[in-house]
C-alpha cells in the first residue's frame, strides 16, 4: 500500500438528519462519524486517506465500505466483524444547534481493542488522527487509541487528536483524565472552544493554548466558530478569522477543520496556513444538512476564498 498521508481510527456511523417538512419529521439518510468525516474531508481536498475500524455484518457496513472506496478512501485494513451491528446516530435541531442521539452501544467498532490495530498501516502514514470519541465508545478502544498512539510515536509517525467532547458517551472525570493524557501524547492537538474549556477548567484561548502545549502538543488548533482559529506553537500564537456564513447544520464541520488543516499541514508544515484553508472548508461545509454530504472540494474552497 502507497504511504498515506492520513490515517483515522474511530467509529463510523449511519446518520439520520431530522428535515422538519411541515408537519412530518422525516429523517435523511447520511454517513458521520468523527474520524471517518475528517478522512473523507481530508480525500475530497487531495490527501491519501484511510481508515481503520471495525463495521457490522450489515447493510450499512457495506454502505460505509461503498462509501469510502468512492470517496477515494483507503479501507484495506477495516473488518466487517461477524453477527455485529454498525452503529447509528440521530441528529435533531434544537436552539442551541444539533442535538446527537445515539444506537452505538455494542456496535462493531466498540469492540475493536489493542490486538485488532493494523501496526503497518499506522508505520505507513504520515499523520496518525485519533479523538475523544475513537476513546469513549469502550474500554477497549480507549486501551487501542493509545496503543495505536504509542506505536505511531514509536515509528516517527505525526498523531494528531480531536478532543472531540461527547457527554452522552462517558462522564466528565473520566473524559478528562483519558483525553488529556491522550492528547499530550498528540503533536497537533484539535481542541474546540466549548471541549477545551471544560476539559482544561480554563476560560481564555491563550491560556488554554498553553495548557495543551504544556501538556505535551508542538501544535494547538483551537477552534472558535465565528471568533475563527488561534493557533499556537512554542514560538507564535495568532488568531485566524472565520469566513462568515449563515449556517444550516454545523454537524461535521469541526471534523472538516482536522481533514482540511491536516491535508496543508503535511505539505509545508505551516500550521497558520494550513489553518486559514480549513477555516474556509469548515464554513463552506454548515451549508448542508449532515456531515458528509457537504464536504467541499478543493475546487470550492479555493473559489470561496477567492471571494474574501
Ligand atoms: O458524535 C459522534 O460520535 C459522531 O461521530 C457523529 C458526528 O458525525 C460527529 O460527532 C460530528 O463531529
Known sequence: MAQLDILAFGEPLMELAETKRGEDNL????????????????????AKTGVFSHLGEDKFGSDFLELWDK???????????????????????????????????????????????????????????????SQAIS????????????????????????????????????????????VGLADIALPGMDDAQQLTGLDKPEDICQFYLKNGSSIVALTMGKSGTMIATKSEVQVIPAHPVN???ATGAGDVFDGAFLTEWVKDHNPFRAAAFANEAAALSTLGQGAVAPMPTRAQVEAFMAQK
Open 27 to 46: 429523517y435523511l439518510p447520511g454517513f458521520g462519524g468523527d474520524v471517518s468525516n475528517c478522512a473523507i474531508a481530508a480525500a475530497r481536498l487531495g
Open 71 to 133: 470517496e477515494g478512501v483507503d479501507r484495506s485494513t477495516v473488518v466487517v466483524r461477524p453477527g455485529t451491528r454498525t452503529g447509528i446516530y440521530f441528529i435533531s435541531y434544537g436552539p442551541e444547534g444539533h442535538i446527537f442521539t445515539y444506537l452505538r452501544k455494542g456496535s462493531a467498532a466498540s469492540l475493536v481493542g489493542p490486538a485488532d490495530l493494523p501496526l503497518k498501516a499506522i508505520e505507513n502514514t504520515k499523520i496518525l488522527h485519533v479523538s475523544g470519541i
Open 139 to 182: 474500554g477497549s478502544c480507549a486501551d487501542a487509541g493509545f496503543a495505536a498512539i504509542h506505536h505511531a510515536r514509536r515509528n516517527g509517525v505525526t498523531v494528531s487528536y480531536d478532543t472531540n467532547l461527547r457527554l452522552r458517551l462517558w462522564d466528565l472525570d473520566r473524559a478528562r483524565a483519558v483525553i488529556n493524557a491522550a
Open 247 to 249: 449556517a444550516i447544520d
